[in-house]
């Protein structure tokens, strides 16, 4: 009985431990978009949803149209999968227990493949309750696969049409060391 209790014991301790360690990045980060200082990786996010996009007339041209980007809207995972927030306009990233950041970008870069979209450092603040994002002050946007404005389709009849295309992304939380 004795044993179990330590082995069972012992087991939790590992897992415990185990969930500690500081994530590893899965891609190399272009230096542009490092972290401050005072920051460091504390979780890797992954996102999957869509850029939105609506059709509209150019401001500084007549009879010119452009794709617009709206907002992003997409769920977020942790790495075993769960869903544990939302990202959508602001842009906004909302865990499933309230808290809530809203981010700016600070600089981007064209991302590694030629049909998605950039890459970017944000620095962001808590807007929400406390809670698992309450703590986030940057986010690397990664890995990001799709997501680009459609290259056509966009013209005077079809002004004010969206189109929601899908992407994917990995968003780095950065905390204070």
């Given amino acids: 009985m004795y044993r179990k209790f330590i082995a069972s014991s012992l087991t939790l301790f590992v897992a415990a431990c185990a969930s500690l360690q500081k994530p590893t ?5 272009p230096d542009k978009l490092n972290p401050r200082p005072n920051e460091s990786l504390a979780v890797i996010v992954p996102a999957k949803g869509v850029q939105i996009y609506e059709c509209r007339a150019k401001k500084d041209q007549a009879s010119a149209y452009e794709w617009a980007f709206v907002a992003p809207e997409a ?20 865990s499933t227990d309230g808290s809530k950041i809203v981010g700016a970008v600070k600089e981007r870069t064209d991302a590694t493949q030629a049909d998605a979209i950039p890459w970017l450092l944000l620095i962001t603040k808590s807007v929400g309750s406390q809670g698992s994002f309450s703590k986030i002050t940057g986010i690397q946007r990664v890995n990001t696969v799709g997501g680009v404005a459609p290259t056509t389709g966009c013209s005077q009849s079809t002004v004010g049409t969206t189109a929601r295309i899908p992407y994917t992304a990995d968003y780095y939380f950065l905390t204070e060391k």
């Fill in 25 to 29: 990045p899965t891609v190399k980060v």
């Fill in 75 to 94: 769920d977020l995972f942790d790495t075993g999968g769960r869903k544990i927030g939302k990202h959508y306009g602001g842009p906004h990233w909302e």
